[in-house]
């Protein structure tokens, strides 16, 4: 069921009402559904086709992606994790094989690739498969960020789109989300209790 979200709801406002909700969500009952979303991305066929990955690593109260990207590696998938380059303000793209000694903590308290660590991607279209953070989503795929329109731009460099896979708690999936021309929706969103196949909820 999606979340009551009362309409006309700005971004900002549908992304104060969520966080404070996930926010809300007991440890053990995150570590719960997190346990889930898991296992259903990793039955997900698009993952188990994938030979290339693109995660993240989590941050506060959001799905808590390591313990995936783990099994990623374990896998024999080839990583890729982003950096925030604060010169261009985009998302620069890392090959990642040791989660211990090619990580640091970088902007907003994210681990990051080491730059001196890692092999940067220089074909950001060898990626067949990502798992995109978000704050909010509709059952169609609309997608609400952190309102830095990080993963957009980045999106919008690739001239191959890779299945766009969205990991999420059940409380984060809304009726509407306004969107914009720029925004680009996700093909499948895992929560603890469905897959959700965007399309057949009219997302082309």
Partial sequence: ??????????????????????????????????????????????????????????FGAEFASEFWIQQVLADGKKLALPRVNHHTSQLDLFWVEDLENQ????????????VELCERLTMINEVEFALLPGVAFTRDGARLGYGRGFYDKLLARMTIQPALVAAAFELQIV????????DVKVEWIITEQETIACSENGNP
């Fill in 1 to 58: 069921m999606a979340m009551p979200v009362a309409q006309p709801m700005t971004k900002p406002g549908i992304r104060k009402q969520i966080l404070a909700l996930r926010e809300q969500l007991p440890a053990a009952m995150r570590a719960a559904h997190g346990a889930a979303i898991t296992e259903r991305l990793l039955r997900l066929r698009e993952y188990r086709q994938a030979g290339t990955i693109l995660g993240y690593m989590n």
């Fill in 103 to 114: 990580l640091a903590t970088g902007l907003w308290g994210i681990r990051e690739p080491v």
């Fill in 175 to 182: 009726e509407q989300i306004p969107q914009e021309a720029t």
